[in-house]
């Protein structure tokens, strides 16, 4: 059992947006600005698409954001493109000792 | 530009160690700046944080695992190492090697990963 809480499945259509959210704590995503987001295709390592929240490293498209309210974190794509397929991950600091939690992953199809 | 790769044995029969190492080339593995994580992925499944090492020698380790692993570094081959003893079938997966950015508390920086079969 993960310490973050995604859903399991996304879907949306090419052009349209999704969000996908990562319920955590006060012990963890609400009490810290340290979440981030990794996209991961098939057979292919995690990539960094957002940190701090709502940053953005050089090179991830700007259809990606973050945000946070409360204990909840989002990723929103926008203009869904099939290349956005892949499994989703959100990690945030933590005040345990780990340091770091993992969400359980999401999957987003792209109709 | 810093960059990992995981290397190790792709087969590990069961009860016996499975060693990894983590080369890193553009950086350091004695930095203040950053802490080195193993992490898992077993075919299908979400990922598995396994432990972490900061400055070659703190380590800590995910309490499910933490009586059979051992993470280290050697600082003058800029490696790390990851040690899991008494393997299952349940270890069989995917492991990864990435870097933590201690200012955003993000792994900025992840290997290809190297697959690894526990089976006689």
């Known amino acids: 059992q993960s310490a973050l809480t995604q859903p399991a499945s996304v879907s949306g259509s090419p052009g349209q947006s999704i969000t996908i959210s990562c319920n955590g704590s006060?012990?963890?995503?609400?009490?810290?600005?340290?979440v981030s987001w990794y996209q991961q295709h098939p057979g292919k390592a995690p990539q960094l698409m957002i940190y701090?929240?709502?940053n953005r490293p050089s090179g991830v498209s700007n259809r990606f954001s973050g945000s946070k309210s409360g204990n909840t974190a989002s990723l929103t794509i926008s203009g869904l493109q099939a290349e956005d397929e892949a499994d989703y991950y959100c990690?945030?600091?933590?005040?345990?000792?780990?340091?770091?939690?993992f969400g359980g992953g999401t999957k987003l199809t792209v109709l | 530009q810093v960059q990992v790769q995981e290397s190790g044995p792709g087969l590990v029969k069961p009860s016996q160690t499975l060693s990894l190492t983590c080369t890193v080339s553009?950086?350091?593995?004695?930095?203040?700046?950053?802490?080195w994580s193993w992490i898992r992925q077993p075919a299908g499944k979400g990922l598995e944080w396994i432990g972490r090492?900061?400055?070659?020698?703190?380590?800590i380790y995910n309490s499910s695992l933490k009586s059979r692993v051992t993470i280290s570094a050697d600082t003058s081959k800029n490696q790390l190492s990851l040690k899991l003893s008494s393997v299952t079938a349940a270890d069989t997966a995917v492991y990864y090697c990435?870097?933590?950015?201690?200012?955003?508390?993000?792994?900025?920086?992840w290997g290809q990963g190297t697959t690894v079969t526990v089976s006689s």
């Open positions: 090492i900061y400055n070659s020698g703190s380590t």
């Open positions: 990435a870097r933590v950015e201690l200012r955003y508390f993000t792994m900025d920086v």
């Open positions: 990690t945030s600091y933590t005040s345990t000792i780990i340091r770091v939690v």
């Open positions: 006060s012990s963890d995503i609400g009490g810290y600005k340290y």
């Open positions: 701090e929240v709502s």
């Open positions: 553009g950086g350091s593995v004695s930095s203040d700046n950053f802490y």
